[in-house]
């Protein structure tokens, strides 16, 4: 019997069981019916124990000493993050990030469809990306009523994209991903998640120079030469 869905999750599970949907869709494309949970752990690149943990927000999803049923899991998590049913997104800044974005297919299969390109520059209206036409910005709340698009993409220049935030909020947007490299004042009720690939990148970057900083400390204290 399948478990009621509990009615809060932590933030950082739900961004987890993501990352899960997205192993268990490559096992089942792969043929593979059941999964033990250091495979799904090793696949979405958590610990074992962390991945219980998770999936125990979900109710008694595996069987011991055999795993998880790759379908029903999958099917599970699908239902949690509510991706069984297509939502509808409109995008905001048609630049190389948001014409990528939008032309992206991907996004489709884990449901998710853009309803609505939208730019300010008069060179990018009427262009066709991704099945959709780019529209003027002046469009967008109507586009919004129109499809009741929840989610909002933000891809512009940093100096416009509260604007454009305040105008996804206005239009009755409730959930907004920024791509731009700026913090976003959302009213009440609307939720604004931050994407900073230059942040991303710096981290990297910092990581990787640790790794060589360590490696010529462990090398100094074996003699080697620096």
Do not use: W
């Amino acid at each position: 019997m399948i478990q009621p869905r509990p009615r809060t999750i932590p933030e950082a599970t739900v961004a987890r069981l993501a990352v899960y949907l997205r192993a268990l869709t490559t096992f089942a494309e792969g043929g593979r019916s059941t999964v033990s949970s250091g495979e799904l752990a090793e696949a979405a690149g958590v610990n074992p124990a962390g991945l219980r943990k998770d999936l125990s927000h979900l109710g008694p999803c595996g069987v011991r000493g055999v795993g998880y049923e790759v379908q029903t899991l999958r099917d599970r998590i699908a239902r949690v993050l509510g991706v069984e049913r297509s939502r509808a997104c409109v995008l905001v800044g048609i630049g190389n990030l948001g014409s990528a974005l939008a032309d992206y297919a991907g996004f489709g299969s884990r449901g998710f469809e853009f309803v609505g390109l939208f730019d300010a520059a008069t060179a990018r209206i009427g262009q066709r990306i991704g099945g959709q036409t780019v529209r003027p910005l002046d469009e967008l709340a109507d586009v919004v009523a129109t499809t009741q698009a929840s989610i909002g993409v933000i891809t512009t220049p940093a100096d416009v994209a509260q604007s454009v935030c305040d105008r996804l909020a206005a239009a009755g947007v409730r959930s907004i991903l920024n791509f731009a490299p700026v913090p976003l004042v959302a009213p009440a009720g609307v939720d604004v998640r931050k994407v900073d690939l230059s942040v991303e990148l710096q981290v990297l970057a910092f990581l990787g120079q640790q790794r060589l900083d360590d490696a010529a400390v462990d090398g100094a204290a074996l003699g080697e030469p620096a």
